[in-house]
């Protein structure tokens, strides 16, 4: 396999592209990083498109014009060709299946319960697009049944969701759940706090991944904060407003 540079296109705030940030940051790949202004459109511009032709960040392009979608692909990726430890996606089938298991299981329950509160009620308001509460709603329950489930299951009697080691299916999960955050400037409905309450071994296993991935966990999640930090004020300032009326 060619073991060229790569270049990743990402976003800060995007889920999946912090995944591939951490990975790539903690394991020093040769891999140059472009960011990608999705609230300037750049993702839709034709010399982006010629790079990822289904819009979205994170993509990946290799030195010699090789272009690749999709976050679990890339990670996948990334990993056979610079060697990563083992224990990011393991050589053993079965360990390799679990950690599979865990990195298919996050689309449509995590990132999906995520995904429908940040979007209805941060993202789609503050860029003046439609927003729904019921699918806001939605999220609440499908995040609240995945969280019981990475609890019981994932977490239920390993310190990783892959088994004794961090991987791949990690990276995943905590950066789609760290955009919960953001939630602490929504008109409505519970912050990421108040979700995560009942389910202590979540919470440990938060901390701990955090830990682990430092000095890359905050370097990677500056401009989230920074975007949690304005969206508190726009509230504050909403509501402010609404007082004085
Ligand atoms: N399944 C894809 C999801 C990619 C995705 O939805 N990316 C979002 C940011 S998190 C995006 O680029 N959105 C811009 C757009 O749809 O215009 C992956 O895991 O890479």
């Known amino acids: 396999?060619?073991?060229?540079?790569?270049?990743?296109?990402?976003?800060?705030?995007?889920?999946?592209?912090?995944?591939?940030?951490?990975?790539?940051?903690?394991?020093?790949?040769?891999?140059?990083?472009?960011?990608?202004?999705?609230?300037?459109?750049?993702?839709?511009?034709?010399?982006?498109?010629a790079i990822n032709p289904l819009g979205k960040v994170p993509a990946l392009q290799d030195d010699d014009g090789f272009c690749l979608p999709e976050s679990c692909a890339i990670l996948r990726y990334l990993a056979a060709k610079?060697?990563?430890?083992?224990?990011?996606?393991?050589?053993?089938?079965?360990?390799?299946?679990?950690?599979?298991?865990?990195?298919?299981?996050?689309?449509?329950?995590?990132?999906?319960?995520?995904?429908?509160?940040?979007?209805?009620?941060?993202?789609?308001?503050?860029?003046?697009?439609?927003s729904s509460n019921v699918q806001a709603r939605d999220g609440e329950g499908i995040l609240k049944k995945a969280l019981q489930d990475l609890e019981d299951f994932?977490?239920?009697?390993?310190?990783?969701?892959?088994?004794?080691?961090?991987?791949?299916?990690?990276?995943?999960?905590?950066?789609?759940?760290?955009?919960?955050?953001?939630?602490?400037?929504?008109a409505e409905g519970p912050t990421m706090e108040q979700q995560l309450a009942d389910f202590g071994k979540v919470r440990a296993w938060l901390a701990r991944v955090r830990a682990e991935l430092e000095p890359h966990y905050s370097s990677v999640h500056a401009t989230l904060d920074k975007a949690v930090q304005n969206a508190v004020r726009r509230k504050q300032q909403q509501q402010g407003g609404q007082a004085k009326l």
């Open 82 to 130: 610079y060697h990563v430890p083992d224990h990011w996606y393991p050589g053993d089938a079965r360990l390799r299946a679990r950690v599979d298991a865990a990195m298919d299981w996050h689309h449509m329950t995590i990132r999906r319960g995520c995904t429908a509160q940040v979007w209805n009620r941060i993202l789609a308001p503050m860029s003046n697009q439609p």
């Open 1 to 49: 396999m060619a073991a060229g540079k790569s270049v990743l296109y990402f976003n800060f705030i995007s889920q999946p592209s912090r995944a591939l940030l951490l990975f790539v940051r903690y394991n020093q790949l040769p891999v140059d990083e472009r960011q990608v202004l999705l609230h300037k459109n750049q993702q839709h511009t034709p010399e982006f498109l």
């Open 154 to 186: 994932w977490l239920g009697s390993t310190p990783y969701v892959g088994g004794e080691h961090i991987s791949l299916g990690d990276l995943l999960i905590l950066t789609e759940l760290e955009t919960l955050r953001l939630l602490a400037g929504a």
